[in-house]
């Protein structure tokens, strides 16, 4: 399988601070961890794939092959040094681009995702890109256009895997989802640590609206609600 080659960039040792696995990414993990059949044979995807840890994970898994998006070049560099140190050979590639044009007509089994989809306009927060933090004011930029991709990339079968936030609108992804014909269901919920920085950045309407329903603070301290759901047709999600 053809594999991208990024001349004049630097080679990574271990991955930035700003591709640092994250709560989500452990909570993604330890849901295809708990359905490993999922991965199995599979032809998986990742969208946004970051340090390249859920691939990484999803070959420990089984999975045929291993594919990776992202818009940023650090991304895909350190995705491939670190399937390279696992030894995965050639069954993996990587594609820097925008969501879902390097696999224009292509179908995968497995299809997994964990995009920036904090509701907060574009804006840096320590070590991080605005295009690893920031989802737009509704958090959505990128969300709804990952869902609206799903029904073409997705092999007969299949199933797709994302953390989505508790505070944004569950029902609207369903029904994106729903107009081809697919199901969406939580998999797993669980909170994680929303820092005082990104709590000053969220969008307020979404901050009032949320605060002791998905969002919970204690003094100093706020925790979201964030769902590992997972997409296909009602068939293959049973």
């Known amino acids: 399988m053809p594999e991208l080659k990024l001349a004049s960039v630097r080679e990574l040792r271990g991955p930035p601070a700003a591709l640092r696995p994250s709560e989500y990414t452990a909570a993604l993990i330890q849901v295809l961890h708990a359905?490993?059949?999922?991965?199995?044979?599979?032809?998986?995807?990742?969208?946004?794939?970051?340090?390249?840890?859920?691939?990484a994970a999803l070959g420990a898994l089984g999975a045929a092959s291993l594919c990776g998006i992202d818009i940023e070049n650090e991304a895909v560099v350190s995705s491939s040094l670190l399937l390279r140190e696992l030894d995965y050979r050639d069954n993996f590639e990587?594609?820097?681009?925008?969501?879902?044009?390097?696999?224009?007509?292509?179908?995968?089994?497995?299809?997994?995702?964990?995009?920036?989809?904090?509701?907060?306009?574009?804006?840096?927060?320590?070590?991080?890109?605005?295009s690893w933090s920031s989802?737009?004011?509704?958090?959505?930029?990128?969300?709804?256009?990952?869902?609206?991709?799903?029904?073409?990339?997705?092999a007969p079968g299949g199933r797709a895997v994302m953390t989505h936030n508790g505070f944004l609108d569950l029902d609207l992804s369903r029904s994106i989802v729903?107009?081809?014909?697919?199901?969406?269901?939580?998999?797993?919920?669980?909170?994680?640590?929303?820092?005082?920085?990104?709590?000053?950045?969220?969008?307020?309407?979404?901050?009032?609206?949320?605060?002791?329903?998905?969002?919970?603070?204690?003094?100093?301290?706020?925790?979201?609600?964030?769902?590992?759901?997972?997409?296909?047709?009602?068939?293959?999600?049973?």
């Open 35 to 55: 359905r490993a059949s999922w991965a199995r044979d599979a032809d998986a995807l990742e969208i946004g794939c970051g340090s390249g840890v859920v691939l």
């Open 94 to 130: 990587f594609h820097r681009g925008d969501m879902w044009r390097p696999v224009a007509g292509r179908r995968f089994d497995l299809i997994a995702a964990n995009l920036p989809h904090f509701p907060m306009e574009p804006q840096e927060i320590g070590c991080r890109l605005a």
């Open 135 to 154: 989802g737009g004011a509704d958090g959505r930029a990128l969300l709804d256009r990952f869902l609206e991709g799903v029904p073409a990339h997705l």
């Open 178 to 238: 729903e107009q081809s014909g697919l199901s969406l269901r939580i998999a797993q919920t669980v909170l994680v640590c929303i820092s005082s920085e990104k709590l000053a950045l969220m969008t307020r309407d979404i901050l009032f609206a949320e605060e002791g329903r998905s969002i919970y603070r204690y003094g100093s301290y706020a925790f979201g609600e964030m769902h590992i759901v997972e997409i296909g047709s009602p068939e293959a999600l049973g």
